[in-house]
C-alpha cells in the first residue's frame, strides 16, 4: 500500500477526533475471519442449518451479519421471508442445531499472515489484545497453541466479559479499559497515566465489527478476509482497509511509522 494512503487515512482520523497525534500503545484484534479462518465454517454451517429449516441464507450474508447474535440473525431472516418473528423454542432449535453443525466442521486454522503480524507488533512494543464476541471455553488454550507468547488472558475480551456485544462499543471500550488497569498496576499513583482511543486501533473483519470498533472512537483497520464488498466496510466507517492479514502483515512497518508518534 502506498505510504500516501496511509498518511491520509491517518491524518484524517486525527482532524477529525481533533488529537494532535496517534500514540499506539495497544492492538485490538478480532477473533473469528481475523485470527482465525474460520467465517467459512459459520457461514456454511448458517446457510445448511437455515436450509434444513426452510429458510434462506446464503453464505455471503451470514459475512454480513457476523457478529449478531444467533436470535438476531433467524429474526431478520424470518421477517424478511415470512413476515413474522420466530418464536423462542424456533431459535433455539435453530441455533443448537446450527451449534451442532459448525462443531463437526473440522477446526478453523490461524488466519495466513497473523502469526507473523502478532510478531511485529509486540516486536514495535505494541501490545497486542483479543477482543471477541466468542465464548468458546477453549479459547485461552488455543490461541497459545497457535500464537504462542502473544496474549495475556487478563488483556481479552470475550463474550463473558460484555452485556450488549458488537456492534455496540462496548467490547472494545472493555478492551481499552482492560489495558488501562493492566499497565497502571504496577505503577504508583504519582506515575499512572491515561490512556486515549488514539492509543489504540482496531483490526476487524466484519462490518459490525467495524462498526464498534469506529462507535469506541478507535482508529479502525478492515481487513476483508470474506467475500463481502468492500464498501460494506468502509460505510461503516473504516479507517483502512487491507484484503487480507498477509497484506495488513507485510504493511506494519509504513503503518507503525505514522501511528507511533
Ligand atoms: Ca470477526
Redesign the pocket.
Known sequence: MDTKIIKKAVDRYLNQKGYEKMNLQAVMF?M???LYDSMKNHAYAWNQTMAHFGLDLPEWEAYMH??RTGASTINIVSLRQRGYEATQEEIDKIYQYKSELFNSRPEAEPMPGALNLLKKVKNSNVTPMVVTGSGQKTLLSRLEKNFPGIFRRELMVTAFDVKYGKPNPEPYLMGMEKYHTFINNEKNDTEKISLAPNNFIVV???PL?VQAGVAAGVFTIAVNTGPIPNAALFEQGANLLFPSMQTLCDNWEKIIEYLKN
Open positions: 478480532d473469528d475471519g481475523v457476523e457478529g476487524e473483519n466484519a465489527g
